[in-house]
């Protein structure tokens, strides 16, 4: 019985210095998101009313920063 407990103990020390290191969250890039983009040069369509587009163009879409989350944890 003691040596079960013993490999048991053994085998997660083994384990545990051996396993892979996780990395910490990094901050998004644009490639993150699928957001379609136009090339240099290309014109940029102006549509009026409803209609069905199959090569979207986005001049500008939004500021993509990470900021920290604070929270006061709930203290008065």
């Not at 892979?20 to 957001?35: H, I, M, S, W, Y």
Request: glycine letters at 10%; charged letters at 25%; a negative charge.
């Amino acid at each position: 019985m003691w040596l079960q407990i013993g490999l048991a103990v053994l085998s997660a020390l083994v384990l545990y210095f051996f396993r892979e290191k996780q990395e910490g969250p990094r901050p998004a890039t644009l490639d993150d998101f699928n957001v379609p983009k136009t090339t240099e040069g290309e014109e940029i369509g102006k549509i009026y009313g409803t209609v069905w587009i199959t090569d979207p163009q986005v001049v500008w879409y939004g500021d993509f920063t990470a900021e920290d989350v604070k929270s006061s944890g709930g203290k008065k």
